[in-house]
């Protein structure tokens, strides 16, 4: 389903900056053994970080805006009734179910479930809050959440979530969705990478380890980091506001394949120094679609 862009109330802002910035961000380069990253200590990742300088190009910019369909990821206007997204439990309550209800609207979809584990806030390295909590960082190197071996939906026991009895023909798509609470502008947004522009060969398993507690009881999930691919698109949306909410696709067991969209946040070169430290909040959902 294609999704209008919105306009936002920093538009005129965006107008004085350029259309697009480059940046440096980390993929990973090859690998002789599996590759393993933590959400908490980084110090303990086995990865080849291979850091190239790429063109982010702001979406807000583009003729026609991205969409679900095409490039894997679109923008669109949702306001929420949350007061309070530090309060686990009324994110729980209220914001997992708006984002259930957004979901279906935008797809189409009669059935959206969303993983309990869900409202993850994250604060980049200026914010008091850097590291005050489980997985609270930005994401730093080129990932995609999930591989068909962890996909919420298709398999057990991922953040609570049960494989689903698929009728035949029914088909099962994941989504991230993101939303920026401190307002505009970032100083670390968040890019997401056009789905048609990634190749099977560009995304490598690997484990990705929260690093919390006794060591012995650490929880493993495989995601995909990513290989350079000079063919890559990067796209963001300059000056996201709370009342926005970005989708992008984390994996589909559609028989022709397609890529879930990889992300990386990266230092936005155009954002004012003075800019406030981002604060942003993630949540997964998967939809299952009829025949």
């Known amino acids: 389903m294609s999704i209008s862009l919105q306009t936002s109330s920093a538009s005129r802002a965006r107008d004085a900056r350029p259309d697009s910035v480059t940046a440096p961000i980390n993929y990973v380069g090859p690998m002789s053994v599996r590759a393993k990253f933590h959400a908490q200590d980084h110090r303990r990742d086995v990865l080849n970080l ?40 009324e994110v729980s309550r209220v914001y997992l179910p708006e984002l259930a209800e957004l979901i279906q609207q935008v797809t189409g979809a009669p059935k959206v479930s969303m993983l309990g584990a869900g409202g993850l806030l994250r604060f980049t390295e200026r914010s008091p809050l850097y590291r005050t909590g489980m997985n609270t960082q930005p994401a730093r190197f080129v990932h995609i959440d999930f591989t068909p071996a962890t996909a919420p939906g298709l398999v057990d026991g991922i953040f609570g979530s049960r494989a689903e009895q698929l009728k035949p023909g029914q088909r099962i798509v994941g989504f991230n969705i993101w939303r920026a609470l401190s307002g505009a502008p970032q100083d670390v947004p968040l890019a997401v990478c056009d789905a048609r522009t990634v190749a099977r060969k560009d995304l490598l398993e690997a484990d990705g380890v929260y690093d919390e507690g006794d060591p012995a009881t650490w929880p493993e999930l495989e995601a995909y980091v990513v290989h350079h691919n000079p063919a890559h698109r990067w796209i963001y949306f300059r000056d996201m506001e709370p009342d926005e909410a970005l989708i992008f696709r984390a994996y589909d067991n559609n028989p022709v394949w397609q890529s879930g969209v990889p992300h990386v946040a990266f230092d936005d070169p155009s954002c004012p120094p003075d800019g406030p430290p981002r604060v942003s909040i993630e949540a997964r959902a998967f939809a299952v679609f009829d025949a």
């Open 50 to 89: 291979d850091n190239h300088m790429v063109t982010f190009h702001d979406a807000r910019r583009f003729r026609q805006a991205p969409s679900l369909d095409r490039e894997g990821l679109a923008l669109v206007r949702h306001k929420s009734k949350v007061k309070n997204f530090h309060d686990a439990e």
